[in-house]
């Protein structure tokens, strides 16, 4: 289609949901159902948008850009407006734009105080915007804007309509209002990170000129193919400590979104703090923000900084695993227990990788897409139980099998989705990760194979503390008898709202359990030639480990 | 399925040439789908059944057993070998070459013996528990659940790779944590399903960790691939089989319950009767032994220079003897059978470790319907007394004449006793045991036979003789339940010639032929004829404990309970603690989650979240100070801009309440305007 091939459809993804948001002005605040469908609209119009994307994807072709949109946009800092996808940003694309119909249709009917659903679209749409934007920009300075268009939304959803309940925060004298810390710990961590971030886009920017006849840039593909590490200072290149410092800079900017230990202590706060939507949409594409940005930028741009980085990344991402399951066993909460388990499963996405092979890298992206899914609807789950009981203390549920029985189900197999059980989506991220780290890049197998074999292992162990957790939180909260304070009252079981926005979740955890090619359809020829560009062709050839 | 393809060896098993098996292999794929197919309409439409959607799990199962009986039939005939698999992933190169994940499935003479047994054993247990089951509660979740773990165990053996293989391992364990807690209103029973995945998901780190050292050792996770690889001496397979072939067996010592795996496997006893005949006796557990013999030619191949064997036997050996003595303490009925079941798992599993497939997998064959008759006998009695105890039974011959028969029955296969099929298969294990130099073992063995005995022996006496000690009068079970262990008991007496050595049914072969369908020749050892020597020695063991369980347990009615506390020192408090194992798995798993894991939660809360929160006070004391003490001169941008925000979040935010939309898209538009303002600056 024309419209695509020009670029403008890969634009309108972007920015469709953004003035929906400005048409939202326009709708006055009383008429809520009319925002409503003007959001719904929106939201399926770029969903269905998305889609044509995948029917029209060349998926012989998924190393390479499609749909590119290169225009020049503030000449005095050469940033240009390029936009493109190829087969690692086309799964994620979709999975943002689809979880996005999936929380409006959930909002319809759960609104959290102080209720205002046209506001609160608004930030669902901007939000949107910042997604979307990230997962196809091309231009670090373009990246930057939509990566931080993205923090605004969510501290406002979290700081507005956020959990009001006050909180004794240890190394604070008074008690505060959760949202409030919860929020500005959002906000101040991802900016601390994003400030790093940008001096190492900076400092790309400024090395970038002595390899590419004096003309310095922001774009990414040009970036790749210039190979600032390999070559030597004196020949235009980065010198070893340069390259270091940047990647270091933007690992604070990409590892605070995953979050990586020890940089995770926003994540709990946010999580359960905000509203459920806030909380879907935070675990389910805004957390792979950042582990797309290590796989877009960090990789290929710096493959053999990346190589140096590897290892400590490895560590790092198996800490986040044991001490995320770890962590998980000790809350009460079940909000927080979701949101502590989003660090464990995402050690396992960093894990992969770290191992800088195409296997590893398949596996964090599959992982991205089924976390997204899985723990979407977990969020989805906690903040339903919520509505209804009113707490999300697990020593007073209980029982909720009896009292809710689809509701019990479905939490059941999310949390069997969750332990990463084979014949689901989140089997094959975890599975992966494992497979990648036994045979990591031959220059790693060389230098420093026993911690990436120590990582398997610890990171096999961390499954059965998966499971522990999980099990223990169904125990907990589904099974036994109901907690006597809740006899005699009447549960609404799932709602249409809530049945229509968890089935395709549900569909889409088994579909992807049992065929995971229609992930591995696009990715796999991507991350091939990602690797192969970043380490040559001879390194998926040779013999590693 | 454009892109199916197929696997047939050209040259099979001693030296003869095997089938591709024809519209019933090449359609075999139905069996691994028709018990989901079941497992969907029953949640659908169950509930408005007659029998709670019984129906579509028996049905499936029926049209299972069709498929598996024609195939079994045709690999008596002509043999079969046959893989049929379609990719579900190409996830990168490795190595050069594509790394592909296939689903499928194997018709040889493994796989088709394990879809018959399956199918006949869980045809009938299914017929058996719409009787058990009627009235109960969730009765159409019973039966979803129980066609869901079907499905998975077909998926499970009917795997042509390592990857489906977890996907069906994992599924069989799935269904049972379910069907364990099935009865979840009582805690208790959530936390046996519990006890269950988590001690088998501990040992399935091995099954993972082994299959990708196994599967990247040759760049493919196939059956078949690793078999010929292995046959051909392959050395990249050959530099892991020694840590790829403990893992693997580390995984299936969950699965099958291996010393000291086994703990979950009495707790599983929580379950339905049903359930237990099925999953943890006649099929599931089997599936470790099941694993061993589809890896058999890696162990064959390399385990004996890895030296990886004794570790494997010894294993098997403790598993055989030391569970069987716990049979001879508990009083629960089931919990009897399950250390049986435990025990006779670890016949199987010393007997593939020490390199006799057939013999560790004639053992199964046969155990599956004794133990499946056991089991249901003893659901049937608990149906009529509505106790486990058999403190609260006694006396049962009488009233319930058709369970009694044929519980003895298979007591006595299970006993090992002439010409019953325990005998021969029990027997099998003995000689290869001799044969591969095990002697010392062989006579562990021996003894363990003599504690089988023993134990089944007071089982019998303390449940169907003597006086009855529980309440009301029982009655005999309705046929839909004595059917099925009618038809149990022919196979539980007759299985054992299907492999007597030396002895062939004609053109036919014997089981020993039918297992020979393989993709490379599995060489393992076949007696030629019956060692009458070593068979009077299991007979013996056999005749003993059945003796002396006999003169211990049966006439003395009224001290039956006193006997069972003839306690011996050392020993018997040690069999009542179960060895520890459970007390040390418990404390493990108390560590874990409780002070481990309340450190972690405190050092998050009180260290990392207290620098956090320090360095963000710090912050807005320097920005304090810089505003007070330097009166707003020389202002550094960035700690100004954090405290600003951070004092003036809280106020900012309690005007944005006001729900002006303005003010939000205004904020929006104005932060991603200084943003793009400060990156012109910058340049």
Same mark, same amino acid.
């Given at each position: 289609m024309e419209l695509f091939e020009s670029g403008w459809g890969l634009s309108l993804i972007v920015f469709l949901p953004l003035l929906g948001a400005v048409a939202l002005l326009?709708?006055?605040?009383?008429?809520e159902s009319l925002a409503k469908q003007l959001a719904l609209t929106i939201s399926l119009v770029t969903f269905g948008l998305s889609l044509v994307l995948i029917a029209l994807f060349d998926y012989g072709a998924g190393g390479s850009f499609q749909f590119e949109a290169d225009a020049s946009w503030i000449n005095a800092i050469d940033a240009r407006y390029h936009i493109g996808v190829d087969g690692i940003s086309l799964p994620l694309l979709v999975l943002s734009t689809f979880v996005l119909v999936l929380a409006i249709i959930y909002s319809w009917d759960h609104w959290e105080e102080p209720r205002n659903p046209k506001a609160f679209l608004i930030l669902m749409l901007i939000l949107g915007t910042g997604m979307n934007g990230t997962f196809v920009a091309l231009d670090l300075v373009l990246f930057f804007i939509f990566f931080e268009v993205v923090l605004l939304p969510m501290y406002f959803m979290i700081g507005v309509w956020g959990d009001k309940s006050m909180r004794k925060i240890p190394g604070f004298s008074r008690e505060i209002e959760t949202r409030l810390y919860a929020s500005i710990k959002f906000f101040l961590f991802t900016l601390f990170g994003s400030a790093f971030m940008l001096l190492g886009f900076l400092a790309l920017y400024f090395n970038s000129g002595g390899l590419n006849g004096g003309e310095r840039t922001f774009d990414i593909p040009t970036l790749i193919s210039l190979g600032l590490d390999s070559i030597p200072e004196s020949a235009g290149g980065l010198s070893g400590t340069a390259a270091w410092l940047i990647f270091g800079a933007m690992f604070l900017g990409f590892a605070v979104k995953v979050p990586m230990w020890p940089l995770h202590t926003w994540l709990p706060d946010a999580h359960t703090a905000a509203p459920t939507v806030g909380s879907v949409l935070l675990a389910a594409i805004l957390l792979k923000l950042g582990t797309y940005a290590f796989i877009r930028i960090s990789i290929p741009i710096l493959p053999e900084t990346s190589e140096i980085w590897a290892p400590a990344i490895a560590i790092l991402a198996v800490i986040g695993i044991i001490y995320g399951s770890l962590a998980c066993l000790a809350q009460t909460d079940m909000k927080r227990l979701i949101a502590f388990s989003s660090v464990g499963h995402m050690g396992f996405v960093m894990l992969g990788i770290a191992t800088l092979t195409d296997i590893g890298i398949n596996a964090a992206i599959i992982g991205m897409v089924a976390h997204g899914l899985i723990t979407g609807l977990l969020f989805f789950l906690a903040g339903s139980m919520h509505h209804r009981?009113?707490?999300? #203390?697990m020593s007073r549920l209980g029982g909720n099998q009896k009292l809710m029985p689809v509701m019990g189900g479905i939490l059941a197999f999310t949390a069997m989705a969750s332990l990463g059980l084979?014949?689901?989506?989140?089997?094959w991220g975890e599975f992966m990760a494992l497979l990648g780290a036994y045979n990591p890049l031959p220059s790693l197998a060389e230098s420093s194979l026993g911690i990436f074999r120590t990582s398997m292992v610890l990171g096999a162990i961390g499954t059965v503390l998966t499971a522990g957790y999980m099990l223990w939180m169904l125990q907990k909260v589904?099974?036994?008898?109901?907690?006597? #304070?809740?006899?005699g009252q009447e549960f609404h079981d799932v709602d249409r709202y809530e049945m229509t926005a968890w089935v395709p979740l549900i569909v889409l955890i088994l579909i992807i359990g049992f065929y995971p090619r229609v992930v591995f359809g696009a990715t796999t020829d991507a991350v091939v030639s990602l690797v192969e560009t970043a380490y040559g062709a001879t390194v998926t050839a040779s013999t590693g480990g | 399925m454009t892109d199916l393809l197929v696997f047939a060896a050209e040259e099979g098993a001693h030296g003869g040439s095997f089938s591709e098996g024809g519209f019933f292999a090449d359609t075999a794929g139905i069996m691994l789908i028709s018990p989901f197919v079941a497992f969907l309409l029953i949640i659908w439409l169950g509930k408005q059944l007659k029998n709670d959607g019984a129906e579509f799990a028996i049905g499936a199962m029926a049209v299972n057993l069709v498929w598996a009986s024609v195939l079994f039939f045709q690999n008596m005939t002509e043999g079969i070998v046959r893989e049929v698999h379609f990719e579900i992933a190409n996830i990168g190169l490795f190595e050069g070459r594509e790394l592909i994940f296939e689903l499928g499935w194997m018709v040889d003479g493994l796989s088709i013996m394990m879809y018959w047994v399956v199918s006949f054993v869980g045809l009938l247990v299914f017929i058996y528990a719409v009787g058990y089951m009627?009235?109960?509660?969730r009765v159409p979740w019973f039966f979803a659940a129980f066609s869901l773990f079907a499905g998975s165990m077909l998926i499970l053996v009917g795997a042509p790779n390592l990857i489906q293989l977890i996907i069906g391992w994992e599924g069989v364990g799935l269904a049972s944590y379910l069907l364990i807690g099935f009865?979840?209103?009582d805690i208790e029973n959530v936390k046996a399903g519990n006890k269950a995945f988590l001690t088998n998901k501990v040992a399935d780190v091995g099954l993972i960790l082994g299959a990708i050292l196994v599967g990247l050792a040759i760049g493919d996770f196939s059956f078949p691939a690793i078999s010929e690889a292995a046959a051909a001496g392959n050395e990249s397979l050959g530099a892991v089989a020694a840590a790829g072939g403990l893992l693997l067996f580390f995984g299936a010592m969950g699965k099958s319950a291996q010393?000291?795996?086994?703990?979950?496997l009495p707790d599983a006893?929580?379950?339905?009767t049903p359930v237990s005949a099925l999953m943890?006796?006649?099929?599931?557990?089997t599936a470790g032994i099941y694993l061993m013999a589809r890896t058999f030619p890696l162990y064959q191949a390399f385990a004996e220079e890895a030296g990886i064997r004794p570790i494997m036997v010894t294993i098997g050996v403790i598993t055989l003897f030391a569970m069987g003595l716990l049979a001879l303490v508990a009083d629960d009925i089931k919990k009897v059978l399950a250390y049986s079941t435990v025990s006779q798992l670890g016949y199987m599993m010393t007997a593939v470790a020490a390199g006799g497939y057939t013999a560790g997998l004639f053992h199964l064959f046969t155990h599956a319907f004794f133990k499946a008759l056991l089991f249901l006998g003893a659901g049937s009695v608990i149906h009529a007394?509505?106790?486990?105890n058999m403190s609260d039974m006694g006396g049962l011959r009488k009233d319930m004449p058709k369970t009694f028969w044929t519980f003895v029955i298979g007591s006595v296969s299970l006993a090992g006793i002439?010409?019953?099929?325990g005998f021969f298969s029990k027997d099998e294990i003995l000689a290869t045991l001799d044969h591969e130099g095990y002697v010392g073992f062989m006579w562990v063995a021996i003894a363990g036979a003599f504690v089988t005995a023993f134990y089944m022996t007071r089982a019998v006496a303390l449940t169907f003789f003597g006086t009855y000690k529980g309440h009301g009068h029982p009655h005999e079970s309705p046929a839909i339940m004595t059917t099925p262990l009618i038809i149990l008991a022919v196979p539980s007496v007759?299985?054992?010639?299907?492999?007597?050595?030396?002895?062939?049914?004609?053109?036919?072969?014997n089981f020993t032929d039918w297992l020979?369908?393989?993709?490379?020749?599995?060489?393992d050892y076949h007696p030629e004829s019956l060692d009458w020597a070593l068979a009077a020695y299991g007979l013996t063991a056999g005749v003993g404990g059945i003796v002396i369980g006999w003169l211990l347990f049966a006439p003395d009615r009224d001290t039956q309970g006193e006997r069972d506390r003839v306690e011996i020192p050392v020993l018997y408090p040690l069999l009542r603690r179960k060895y520890y194992v459970d007390d040390a798995a418990l404390g493990l798993v108390g560590f874990t989650s409780g002070p481990l894991a309340r450190a972690t939660d405190w050092f998050n809360t009180y260290v990392l979240d207290n620098i956090v929160n320090g360095v963000g006070g710090a912050v807005r004391l320097a920005g304090r100070f810089v505003y007070?003490?330097?009166?707003?001169?020389?202002?550094d941008g960035i700690f100004n801009g954090l405290s600003a925000v951070a004092d003036s979040a809280g106020s900012s935010l309690r005007k944005l309440q006001?729900?002006?939309v303005q003010q939000y898209a205004t904020s929006v538009v104005i932060a991603a305007l200084v943003l793009v303002i400060v990156v012109v600056i910058i340049q």
């Open positions: 326009m709708v006055p605040k009383e008429n009981y009113h707490t999300r #203390e084979p014949g689901l989506a989140g089997f589904n099974l036994g008898e109901p907690n006597e #304070e809740w006899l | 009627h009235g109960d509660r009865y979840w209103e010393f000291p795996f086994h703990i979950w006893m929580a379950g339905p943890h006796a006649a099929t599931m557990v007394v509505h106790s486990n002439i010409p019953f099929a007759l299985a054992g010639f299907l492999n007597v050595p030396g002895l062939k049914l004609g053109s036919f072969g020979g369908a393989r993709v490379v020749p599995m060489g007070n003490g330097l009166d707003q001169r020389g202002i006001t729900g002006r």
